[in-house]
């Protein structure tokens, strides 16, 4: 049974929607949330930079994070996307199972 991870991904507002909905489309997250209004300050090409993004909150399982992550990379407008998995460790049994039916493929 694939461990639930929980994938954190900063994007520009304007795309986030269609990420999202291509993640799940694709069956790499069962459920992605957009938490829009964050603020990010960064150092990027020796500066400090700083940018309104929305995040991504991506439910998935470590059997699908390489998938994951190479589909946002290919997707993403970032040179370098924030791709950061957390394990998921403990939950609902109910949805935790429907993440893992969501993403994993059928026998």
Request: proline share 8%; aromatic share 6%.
């Amino acid at each position: 049974m694939s461990e639930i991870i929980v994938v954190l991904c900063t994007i520009p507002p304007d795309v986030a929607e269609s990420l999202a909905r291509l993640l799940v489309e694709k069956k790499v997250a069962a459920c992605v949330n957009i938490v829009p209004g964050a603020r990010s300050i960064y150092r990027w090409e020796g500066r400090v930079a700083e940018d309104e993004e929305s995040v991504l909150v991506i439910k998935t399982t470590a059997g699908r994070f390489a998938e994951l992550c190479a589909l946002i990379k290919s997707s993403h407008p970032y040179t370098v996307p924030e791709i950061i998995a957390l394990p998921a460790s403990d939950g609902n049994p109910d949805y935790l199972a429907w993440v893992r039916e969501s993403v994993e493929p059928e026998p």
